[in-house]
């Protein structure tokens, strides 16, 4: 969600002014520069992640851990992921503080809710189902888009945001868990965040999209990229400020190439979430 404030004038913009000047322009070499790790991150097809994100809500902060392994080798994504969710917003769930195991294949997201679930709501059940279809068609717009990236989540996708909006700078060197780094940043409006972040989404679900986060506040967000000297993605950080709270988004990728491989729960110990909901309603 951002329209970049590039410091300093023309020159700093990415965007580039044209002419012979402009072929070497340092916004150029910026482009070329995130291209390149955009194209090599991409290449690498999996790593390991470590991610906190603080979400806002009307109850109080959700601060949520997630660590574990990514693949993007097949065309859509899997991983295998621990996830922790803390904070007041998150304080009446069950599972509030307890590290839950995730399954993410490329058409749903499995979450082990434990043995209190099972033995309640989940009806011997331990695992809690999340189709992509099925969160598309309750969610709308929003669940469309929840499909579309989580079934497209390459950590490139960052650095292809950055690309995609044109309006990005390079802030200079700093060092990330002992690597040295290239650190860049941009700040994209929401309404062009939905067009760039989404693949399949027709025009009518954009409109519906933006419109739903521009009602919850959101007008813009910041996105920084840490590029290794190896022209790999080595953190990104994304920020945002909404109505009922602000969004603080933090990966780390190590180890890429790692070997991930992830299977469906059985079905036996499966509930998928819209007889839940069917229940529970």
């Known amino acids: 969600m951002a329209g970049l404030t590039a410091c300093g004038g023309g020159s700093d913009r990415a965007e580039g002014g044209g002419g012979s000047k402009d072929e070497f322009s340092p916004a150029k070499g910026v482009l070329a520069?995130?291209?390149q790790a955009s194209k090599k991150t991409d290449g690498q097809h999996s790593a390991k992640v470590e991610a906190d994100q603080t979400q806002g809500t009307p109850q109080g902060d959700i601060s949520t851990r997630t660590e574990g392994?990514?693949?993007?080798?097949?065309?859509?994504?899997?991983?295998?992921?621990?996830v922790t969710q803390q904070g007041a917003g998150a304080d009446s769930l069950p599972t509030s503080g307890k590290a839950m195991p995730a399954r993410y294949t490329e058409d749903a997201m499995y979450i082990n809710l434990g043995e209190e679930f099972a033995s309640s709501a989940g009806k011997g059940k331990h695992w809690m189902k999340y189709d992509y279809d099925k969160l598309a068609e309750q969610a709308g717009p929003a669940g469309a888009l929840i499909k579309d990236q989580m079934q497209n989540n390459n950590p490139a996708r960052s650095v292809d945001l950055l690309l995609a909006s044109g309006k990005v700078k390079k802030v200079g060197s700093e060092t990330v868990k002992g690597q040295r780094t290239d650190h860049y940043s941009g700040t994209i409006a929401v309404s062009e965040m939905a067009r760039m972040q989404s693949k399949k989404l027709s025009d009518k679900e954009l409109d519906q999209l933006s419109d739903q986060l521009e009602q919850q506040g959101f007008k813009s967000?910041?996105?920084?990229?840490?590029?290794?000297?190896?022209?790999?993605?080595?953190?990104?950080?994304?920020?945002?400020k909404g109505t009922n709270g602000d969004l603080d988004s933090t990966a780390y990728y190590t180890d890429y190439g790692t070997r991930v491989s992830v299977e469906a729960p059985p079905a036996s110990d499966t509930l998928p979430f819209e007889e839940a909901l069917a229940r529970r309603n």
């Open 33 to 35: 520069e995130l291209q």
């Open 69 to 82: 392994v990514l693949d993007w080798s097949g065309g859509g994504t899997t991983a295998e992921m621990t």
């Open 221 to 240: 967000e910041k996105v920084d990229v840490w590029i290794g000297d190896d022209d790999l993605l080595v953190k990104k950080q994304e920020t945002a």
